[in-house]
Structure formats: C-alpha cells, structure tokens
C-alpha cells in the first residue's frame, strides 16, 4: 500500500514539473555568424539566423526578418538567475529592439531568451552586431552541472533547491532519493562485508589475483595455463574455422 502511495505522489510530481519551465544553465558557448547561411540551432522549434542586413528571425517558421521576429521568441533584460516571473518579456523589437527599426540588440548586456513553445530560458548576451550581417553572442546550453542549490534537470522534469528545497513537491523528491540512496548504501556495504581477495596458482606455476563478490570469485586475468590438470597438453588452435568445429578443448587469444 505504501508503495503504491509512494507511485501516486511521484506520479503527480512528475506531471506537474513536466509543465515548468527549463532553463539552460550549462556552460557558456559563443556563436559567431561570419558567412551568409550561418545559424544557431537552439530547438527542432527555433533556429536564429540572420540575413546580410536587418534582424534576427527563426528560419525554421520565417523566411526573414519582421516585426515579430524572431518568432517563437520572447526577450528580456536580465539573467535566468533572477526571478524570471519577474523579468518583462516581449517580442524582440518591444522588449530590446534598437536602432530606428528596432531589430538591433543591446551589446555587451545580459538577456534572456525565451524559446516559447519549448518553455526554455537561456542566457544570452550579444557580443558584436555589425552593418554587414555578421554578430557575434554568448549563450548558455542545454546541460547543466549538477548545483545542489539550483536546478537539477532529469528529462525536463526540474528539482529546485535539492539541498533544502522550499517547495513540496521538491521536498517529496528528495526524500525519496535519499530513500533510494540509502537502500543502495546498504547493499554496497553488505557487498563489500563479504568481499576478499588473494591469489590462486594453476598447475602451470601462473599465479592470479581474484575478488570475491558475496558467493562469487572473479579473477582479475584471463587464464594462462596451457596444460591440463595431469600435465596434458591443451593444443593452440588459433584458425577460426577449426576453431569453430572443435569437439576437443583448445586454447587462444
């Protein structure tokens, strides 16, 4: 019954993180645009590109730039460490946008980017952005550390502050895999309680270490002796084909 009540918690957990948002707190990458053609892949959703002139769009549902573009995107001042609920996000041109038309982003300054339908965050800062169509930005990825008083990340699905989570459904998580950790613990320890080592000899003279696993012995070496136990020779057998019609013991590496 416990059990069963343990799957229906996590259940709900589970549901409810898959509705939360994803923020990208791997390490920093740059993306440079030096040639017509070049892109940022973000998402199967967003692929920023831009043109010899104007602004950004996401090539995979725009053929240029336009007042709403990049769309799928939404932008704002700040950094995904801060309350995102807080920050202001907009399409480009109403939240960032400079220059007459607006398609120009503030450089050197940190942004977030928000990838609408994939409900990902990810910091951005643009570095260069020139007349010619080249730019230049730094963002954060996909795969992040394991910060204990972050965000883990396991599929989507977010544990916030693991440490000392301040929220139930975290608080729920975390008990259950300390649960599992411990049950681990106890069996890495009876493991090792009944584990050894030593060496054995064949009659050959070769010597061999071993480990002991509960009631299993694994040597730590491949076999080398080359005699049966009466001193009989075990012939080498090193062609495949004979090898595979033996009905004899043989040896060969």
């Known amino acids: 019954m416990k059990n069963k009540l343990l799957q229906i ?3 709900f957990v589970f549901v409810g993180y898959a509705q939360e948002p994803v923020i990208w707190s791997g ?11 070049d892109a940022d892949e973000l998402t199967s959703n967003v692929t920023l590109v831009r043109g010899d002139a104007g ?5 995979v549902s725009e053929l240029g730039n336009s007042a709403s573009s990049p769309e799928d995107t939404q932008w704002a001042y ?3 460490q801060d309350d995102i609920i807080g920050l202001n996000f907009g399409s480009f041109r109403t939240s960032i946008g400079q220059g007459n038309q ?17 409900n990902i965050y990810i910091d951005i800062k643009f570095l260069t952005w020139e007349t010619g169509g080249n730019y230049t930005y730094e963002r954060s990825t996909k795969e992040p550390g394991i910060r204990l008083n972050g965000i883990m990340s396991a599929e989507n699905h ?5 440490a000392d989570p301040s929220h139930g459904k975290d608080a729920v998580t975390k008990d259950y895999l300390l649960e599992k950790i411990a049950l681990l613990q106890e069996q890495i320890d009876a493991l090792q309680s009944t584990s050894g080592s030593g060496t054995v000899t064949d009659q050959d003279g070769n010597s061999y270490p071993y480990l002991t696993y509960g009631d299993q012995v694994w040597t730590v070496k491949n076999a080398e002796m080359v005699t049966y136990r009466d ?6 057998v090193t062609d495949a084909t004979e090898w595979a019609n033996l009905t004899t013991g043989a040896w060969c590496y």
């Open 158 to 162: 977010q544990i916030k502050n693991v």
């Open 102 to 118: 607006g398609n120009k982003p503030p450089v050197g300054v940190d942004l977030v980017l928000h990838l609408i339908t994939d």
């Open 9 to 11: 918690i996590l259940f």
């Open 231 to 236: 001193g009989t020779p075990i012939p080498q």
């Open 27 to 37: 390490e920093k990458i740059t993306f440079s645009k030096l040639a017509l053609g």
């Open 78 to 80: 700040g950094k995904t």
């Open 55 to 59: 602004g950004l769009y996401n090539s």
